[in-house]
């Protein structure tokens, strides 16, 4: 579930707010946008995803966090960790590279 937008790290890009399929955001002029349905997050981890400056955090849980601390996600390096994983951004390298798994399409039968 979505639980934090970082005012510190957004560039109010709003590309949350376009990919997010469940409208869960409402842009916010000259601020970052706004988790304004929560609870319609289906945690697909799109905006996490989309986000060029690492500024969100999807939790993996499907129930909001009771506390949400922004410094302990930057330390645990959290925010935009669905994006590192997966190899999306600039200076990162795609995880797909790394899949093996088209050899078993080759394998002569």
Do not use: H
């Not at 959290?78 to 080759?106: C, H, I, M, T």
């Amino acid at each position: 579930m979505i639980e934090l937008v970082s005012a510190s790290r957004c560039i109010e890009c709003n590309l949350c707010v376009t990919v997010c399929p469940t409208n869960v955001f409402d842009t916010v002029p000259d601020a970052p946008p706004r988790i304004a349905r929560q609870s319609d997050c289906q945690t697909c981890f799109m905006c996490e995803l989309y986000c060029p400056v690492d500024a969100l955090y999807v939790a993996p849980e499907v129930d909001p966090l009771p506390f949400v601390d922004e410094a302990a996600l930057v330390a645990a390096r959290l925010l935009g960790s669905y994006r590192e994983e997966v190899g999306w951004g600039k200076g990162r390298k795609p995880k797909a590279q790394e899949d093996a798994s088209y050899q078993f399409n080759d394998l002569k039968r």
